[in-house]
């Protein structure tokens, strides 16, 4: 079966609206006819069901003294069947197109929330809590999707419900009609009074809601650091705290739904009671019809009904109604567009990198990178050295457009980053990020992650070979087809580092980033890698960040950098010449390697 084809013809984006009720009605696109369809069915279903009991209540009446019962009753019977089997039929049909509507709008939702969340900005994505983000795509998604299936249907019902038999009131007695909707106005008021204290609770649950999930999502992701720790305690007790919260504002929340119901019944069944004794006067005194008077008893409970319902709806609505505001607050949310930049390129980048006067910060308030310049011409190898948090990983994210600077510029091939098309520019980058993320597929589908062609298995070989990494993945039970992650083989760090070096060296970008990509690895791996990288760099930008000197001394161009500043620049054998932290590296590096050479060598002689 195929999703029907209208799902994907409406882009969710445009029905943002400050009145939900609108953006509600603007999201179902595509699907109005079917939804007026079932609301008629469903009304329908609902008038062949009081018809079915008028009849019977006529059987009663009239029709079970007569002498000639015998005859009438199967025509009774046959006509009850029928008016039944009518309603059946169309309750039916109701209920297969609004569910048809309210799951199509479901897909069309959750798939624009997928699509759109994974198009939003990384400093989005840094502020953002997953598990806001996972509650706002589930937990709230359906109540949008019960609101299509349910309410919306409902409100729909119950307006041509209360219209049909209105009017049949009003020809009965205008004077008695008026009086049955005195309520109405008072109902609604109530509702909406109702409407705007569960709205603000709901939305309340909502948040704590996602506060939970936050929770778990962290619980779960640092389960390692939980159990190493020993923190299971803190973490329930923390855990605890939340869920109780949770109690509270849902015990608050369905506290004001009960206190609404029994007041509009209390309302309702005055209005009803008043009505018959309205009603019996005006017969006493003679200007109503018994007849009339019992027709009018059947169909102020036929109207009434529909009213109790239009509170509770209008009520229940409120759920939907905060939680479509709150899915259409990350559509809102503008997407990081692909395709932006006037530069139209025409074939790869060459990889002339320059930077200047660049100053950055995440926020606006705090300084990450403070005025840095630097060129590099194409096919050359640049390193960053420097002290944790001094800004190399920032500095690197801002050449694939990761972020945006404001100050300075930075230009690859003599074009300001600002105009080309990010799309565009991270196919002609290859990073390889300091906590590599693999994905919970084959090993062979985490390489050829980057690439949309088909590839050869000898090309995905080469890569895993050059990222030292093939060896490795011969060995395990499935080869290439090994899964990674909770169902297959957990990689080890360094090994990890290397299929995701070789899932970027697949790419054969024009410039490579290489965030500190052999940290996990031994040296002797290392020196294969870098072996092979010295082979496939030629002719290729690339930017290595790494702590061991014998990565970083092969560079064309070093830079030191300090708190957000490069302090020192140049080649290996210019550095070693200044006095200033790379010496003081280079030199402290040495020593360390040369004392554990010394205790090894000394250590053959111990007993073992
Ligand atoms: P970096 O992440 O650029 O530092 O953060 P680094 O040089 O690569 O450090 P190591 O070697 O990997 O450890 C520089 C500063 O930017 C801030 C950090 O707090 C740090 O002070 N930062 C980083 C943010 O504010 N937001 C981010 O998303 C990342
Ligand atoms: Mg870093």
């Known amino acids: 079966m195929t999703p029907p084809a209208q799902v994907y013809s409406y882009d969710v984006?445009?029905?943002?609206?400050?009145?939900?009720?609108?953006?509600?009605?603007?999201?179902?696109?595509?699907?109005?006819?079917?939804?007026?369809?079932?609301?008629?069915?469903?009304?329908?279903?609902?008038?062949?069901?009081?018809?079915a009991t008028l009849l019977i209540r006529e059987f009663i009446d009239h029709q079970l003294p007569r002498p000639d019962l015998a005859q009438i009753a199967p025509w009774f019977a046959l006509a009850f069947l029928l008016l039944a089997a009518l309603q059946g039929a169309f309750s039916f049909l109701s209920g297969r197109w609004a569910s048809k509507t309210a799951e199509?709008?479901?897909?069309?939702?959750r798939d624009a929330m997928y699509d759109h969340i994974q198009r939003l900005s990384f400093r989005y994505h840094d502020k953002m809590p997953t598990g806001e983000l996972l509650s706002r795509a589930t937990s709230d998604l359906d109540a949008v999707r019960r609101f299509f299936n349910e309410q919306a249907i409902g409100v729909g019902r119950i307006l041509i419900l209360f219209a049909i038999n209105f009017t049949a009131l009003l020809l009965l007695n205008v004077e008695l009609a008026l009086i049955s909707v005195i309520v109405v106005p008072v109902i609604i008021v109530l509702s909406l009074f109702f409407f705007g204290k569960i709205s603000a609770y709901y939305?309340?649950?909502?948040?704590?809601?996602?506060?939970?999930?936050?929770?778990?999502?962290?619980?779960?992701?640092?389960?390692?650091?939980v159990k190493a720790f020993a923190r299971q305690e803190y973490e329930r007790n923390k855990f605890e705290k939340e869920n109780f919260e949770q109690y509270q504002r849902g015990r608050r929340f369905l506290m004001m739904h009960s206190l609404f119901w029994p007041l509009t019944d209390v309302i309702c069944f005055a209005q009803m009671i008043g009505g018959y004794f309205i009603a019996a006067t005006m017969v006493i005194n003679g200007t109503?019809?018994?007849?009339?008077?019992?027709?009018?008893?059947?169909?102020?409970?036929?109207?009434?009904?529909?009213?109790?319902?239009?509170?509770?709806?209008?009520?229940?609505?409120?759920?939907?109604?905060?939680?479509?505001k709150r899915m259409m607050e990350v559509i809102a949310e503008d997407q990081e567009s692909l395709i932006d930049g006037t530069y139209k390129p025409t074939g790869d980048l060459r990889g002339d990198v320059e930077v200047k006067n660049l100053t950055f910060g995440y926020d606006p308030d705090t300084v990450v990178l403070k005025d840095i310049s630097f060129s590099v011409k194409a096919g050359q190898s640049v390193a960053l050295l420097g002290s944790t948090g001094s800004g190399k990983t920032s500095l690197l994210g801002l050449l694939p457009r990761f972020y945006e600077y404001s100050t300075g510029s930075i230009t690859i091939d003599g074009i300001e980053l600002k105009d080309i098309p990010r799309g565009w520019l991270r196919g002609q980058i290859g990073v390889v990020e300091q906590e590599p993320f693999l994905f919970s597929r084959t090993i062979r589908e985490n390489i050829t992650y980057g690439v949309t062609r088909e590839v050869s298995d000898a090309e995905v070989y080469a890569a895993a070979k050059a990222a030292a990494v093939h060896d490795v993945i011969m060995t395990f039970p499935d080869g290439y087809n090994t899964l990674v992650g909770e169902r297959g083989v957990t990689l080890s760090g360094g090994q990890k580092q290397r299929v995701a070096l070789a899932r970027t060296l697949l790419k054969d970008p024009r410039i490579l980033i290489l965030d500190d990509a052999t940290s996990s690895v031994d040296s002797e791996t290392e020196d294969d890698i870098r072996q092979a990288l010295l082979r496939l760099m030629k002719g290729r930008t690339s930017f290595v960040i790494a702590h061991r000197i014998q990565t970083v001394m092969h560079a064309d161009l070093i830079l030191v950098l300090d708190e957000g500043e490069i302090v020192q620049r140049g080649t290996h054998q210019s550095l070693m010449a200044e006095d200033g932290i790379y010496r003081r590296v280079v030199e402290l590096q040495t020593r360390i390697e040369e004392e554990v050479e010394r205790e090894v060598t000394d250590g053959i002689g111990l007993p073992v």
Not at 13 to 37: A, E
Not at 104 to 109: C, F, H, I, K, V
Not at 307 to 322: A, E, Q, Y
């Open 104 to 109: 199509s709008l479901a897909l069309r939702l």
């Open 288 to 324: 109503l019809t018994p007849g009339s008077y019992v027709a009018y008893v059947s169909l102020v409970t036929m109207i009434i009904n529909p009213m109790r319902n239009l509170g509770r709806l209008i009520v229940d609505m409120s759920t939907g109604l905060v939680s479509y």
């Open 13 to 51: 984006r445009n029905s943002l609206s400050k009145r939900p009720l609108l953006g509600f009605w603007r999201v179902m696109t595509g699907f109005h006819r079917l939804y007026l369809l079932a609301v008629a069915a469903l009304s329908l279903s609902a008038l062949f069901s009081t018809g």
């Open 203 to 225: 939305e309340k649950v909502q948040e704590q809601e996602a506060v939970l999930s936050t929770t778990l999502q962290e619980n779960l992701t640092g389960v390692r650091v």
